[in-house]
């Protein structure tokens, strides 16, 4: 291990969602609700990742993520990564893995959608993952990540 | 096999080949009928008002031997109220064999598919799909010139919001052929759906008419007055395309479609030339729907 001094601390239990593209830290933030958050939450943001990269972290004490949400961030981050920690360890690493077609993650932002009308979860399908595209498989109109964030926030 | 209508993005160019093959067969019923589908019922779910749409599914189930029963407007039905479209496709597939559901709100009738145990047919969510009519476009194309391969083909009028010319696009792009826009620069083809056709066919767009090149057919669409913020900007533009018999000398010797109803589009005069074929286009409706409700039921030969 490198002797460089960590800029964030380390937290003793709890998430730490690593990789996130640059900026997108505070979008992280939104999408799990943070802001009323009771417990210890770190944010990093520009961190320099390698010699010319950067990237935003989140760390967050005593907080798991569910699938749907970690498939969320998966929408504005596709290369973020999600650790679970213990005492201060790592007992989980993981790359976000964004499906092909996914559930009920997100509402549809076309109005006119039948899943804004009756009762029944949204499906999107990747177009692109980068810059991001999604299709409604319902009413077929697609949402950049724009479009995501906002319905996120 | 198909089991559903619904969008022309899940219909394969083999699919189409297919449904196209059965309403050449069909041809030979339209005016004197058959018994195919006798016994069988088409439900014909209209949430709103269709003149073409509807009558011509009414008359390709009863040709085949079948029965219609449905509605064309909510006003007398427990939509009004307040019954979901879930509980009113549940409860109509139990008293028929096959669905055709029109419904404003999109997607509604990829949702009646996935609730149904019957088979459904998309007859126009909204503005997304009416993927009869781009079968019908497609078919009376093919019957006009044999062959789609090799036609080059013009979309005039409002292509930013005619779902009509989008499925086609759409549908187009699995043949050989060019397509030419032609639109005023505020409703141009979307980006997504030329994005859609780069790689897989050749496209130009021209704003003006007169800048036309030589086509085999001109599929005129209708320019609707609520696109326009400015009263004065549609007169114009609803003038700039216009088809009558000063501009159709632009059009060479190109077939004239139009998904009808029309406004102004087209002048009347225009009808009885030998290049008009949009009220071929809508009887074509007929064998095309005809192939597609025996296809899904089952009973096609």
Redesign the interface.
């Known amino acids: 291990m490198s002797t460089r001094k960590l800029k964030v601390s380390a937290i003793n239990n709890g998430t730490v969602i690593d990789h996130i593209l640059p900026g997108k830290a505070y979008a992280v933030v939104k999408i799990l609700h943070l802001e009323k958050y009771n417990e210890t939450v770190t944010i990093a943001s520009n961190v320099c990742s390698g010699k010319t990269e950067r990237k935003d972290i989140v760390k967050i004490e005593n907080r798991a993520l569910s699938a749907e949400e970690v498939s969320s961030i998966a929408l504005i981050s596709p290369e973020a990564t999600v650790n679970i920690i213990k005492n201060y360890d790592v007992i989980e690493k993981g790359k976000i893995a964004l499906p092909e077609r996914f559930e009920s993650i997100i509402p549809c932002t076309?109005p006119?959608?039948?899943?804004n009308?009756?009762?029944?979860r949204t499906r999107f399908k990747i177009m692109e993952k980068t810059p991001l595209l999604i299709r409604?498989?319902?009413?077929?109109?697609?949402m950049d990540e724009k479009d995501v964030e906002k319905v996120l926030g | 096999m198909l089991e559903d209508i619904i969008s022309i993005r899940d219909i394969s160019k083999a699919e189409i080949e297919f449904i196209h093959e059965k309403a050449k067969e069909m041809e030979r019923y339209v005016s004197c009928g058959t018994d195919l589908a006798r016994g069988k019922i088409l439900a014909s779910l209209f949430f709103e008002p269709s003149t073409r749409t509807m009558m011509s599914f009414q008359s390709a189930m009863q040709r085949l031997g079948g029965s219609v029963i449905g509605f064309s407007d909510t006003n007398n039905t427990s939509v009004k109220k307040g019954e979901t479209l879930i509980d009113t496709v549940l409860t109509m597939e139990k008293y028929s064999d096959v669905i055709a559901i029109r419904n404003p709100l999109e997607g509604s009738a990829r949702l009646a598919a996935e609730v149904a145990s019957i088979p459904v047919i998309n007859a126009g969510d909204g503005a997304n799909q009416h993927p009869t009519q781009t079968l019908l476009d497609l078919y009376t194309m093919k019957k006009e010139f044999k062959a789609l391969d090799g036609l080059r083909i013009a979309l005039l009028g409002d292509l930013k919001y005619g779902r009509t010319v989008h499925s086609l696009a759409h549908a187009l792009s699995m043949y050989d052929v060019e397509l030419v826009f032609v639109s005023p620069e505020e409703l141009r083809m979307p980006k997504g759906v030329r994005k859609h056709l780069n790689g897989k066919i050749p496209y130009t767009e021209i704003v003006n008419l007169d800048e036309l090149p030589e086509v085999d057919i001109v599929y005129a669409t209708r320019i609707q007055k609520e696109r326009f913020a400015d009263p004065n900007e549609y007169e114009r533009t609803k003038d700039a395309y216009r088809i009558d018999m000063d501009s159709i000398k632009l059009l060479g010797n190109a077939k004239i479609m139009h998904p009808l109803p029309r406004i102004s589009e087209i002048s009347n005069d225009i009808d009885l030339m030998k290049n008009a074929i949009y009220f071929q286009q809508a009887k074509n409706g007929i064998p095309v729907r005809m192939a597609i409700l025996s296809i899904l039921l089952g009973v096609e030969r």
């Open positions: 076309n006119l959608c039948i899943t009308h009756e009762k029944v409604c498989e319902y009413c077929e109109r697609t």
